[in-house]
């Protein structure tokens, strides 16, 4: 996998799922604010969030591609020179 595929949604999405899995094994009680009534879905609503981060990280890596090939190539002419930087 390219590095260029990971940005900040799919980060998110990965922190997100880690932290419903842990609500899975471990019970909701470690997804709750201490003194806070425990939550019966907070892993589902985590992993709700995963998804939908996931998707927005999807999307937008696909818009970034496409807006990459649209644009034209660099010509010789057009790159910067060595001496010029």
Avoid: C
């Avoid at 590095?3 to 999405?13: E, K, P, Q, R």
């Avoid at 609503?45 to 937008?60: K, Q």
């Amino acid at each position: 996998m390219k590095l260029h595929y990971l940005n900040g949604f799919i980060l998110s999405a990965a922190a997100l799922l880690v932290v419903a899995v842990a609500g899975v094994i471990m019970g909701n009680q470690v997804l709750a604010e201490p003194g806070s009534p425990v939550n019966g879905r907070a892993w589902a609503e985590y992993l709700l969030a995963a998804a939908i981060m996931l998707v927005n990280g999807i999307l937008s890596i696909q818009i970034a591609n496409e807006a990459r090939s649209r644009q034209p190539a660099a010509t010789a002419a057009e790159a910067p020179k060595t001496s010029d930087v």
